[in-house]
């Protein structure tokens, strides 16, 4: 597998539409995976009720209503298989429920990722937390069971503080770490549950998502050959 590109959301003010930019090079059949991080300075906090997405898109926490983090802040996490509807499109559309303000200077803002190598039509299963972990230096991603052996597995996980480093749980490989948002991967070669995937922080709060989905990998052929972990992003 191989993450083929990692765009920012960038800060469009107070609205209630986000547009999410499409990596350059994305193409069905990809995985995208989002998460939104969105500021209460309308007064609203965004907006309380569920957050409306274009077909396909499935989100990881809280059927899709920001989980706040008790003070400014509401974020979520949602990933979607892309088809060929989205060959044509520049950017994915988030509709929240009331205006809200989405910022990356003040703490806020969205990643998109995107990943090459899943089987087509495999099925995706995921997991997001509900609620911010508790201050402190140790989190743990809720576990998934793998759809198959020879799956991709994805953690994804926003601290509160954007000055907070995250840390790899282990065995994976990460694909993005930088101002509290992370991303990281790994090929788990047989089937069933992930496991306890452990995340250290400074101390800090936490939320984060975990996603599983199979590979193209001949049954044949064992472990090996599919190309490791996604390497650096943008």
Known sequence: YSVIGATTIPHTGTTATIEAPKPDGAQAGDLAVVYLYVSDNAGTKGASGPVQAEDGWVFMNNDGTPVWDGS???RLFAYK????SD??????TFTFAGTTDISDGNGAGGRVYVYRGIYPGATVVSAGDDAYSS???SHTARAVITPTYWALVIVVAKAVNDSTTVNA?????EDYNSGGRYSASKIQ??????????????????????IAVSLIQ????????SGGGGGGSP
Do not use: K, N, W
């Open 189 to 210: 070669a047989t089937a069933g549950s992930t496991g306890t995937l452990s995340f250290t922080t400074g101390s800090d709060s936490l939320l984060s998502a975990t």
């Open 72 to 74: 400014a802040y509401g």
């Open 81 to 84: 298989v892309l088809d060929s």
């Open 135 to 137: 201050t402190g230096t």
């Open 218 to 225: 001949p049954a044949s052929t064992g472990g090996g050959g």
């Open 169 to 173: 749980p282990a065995g994976f490989t």
């Open 87 to 92: 060959d044509e499109e520049s950017s994915f």
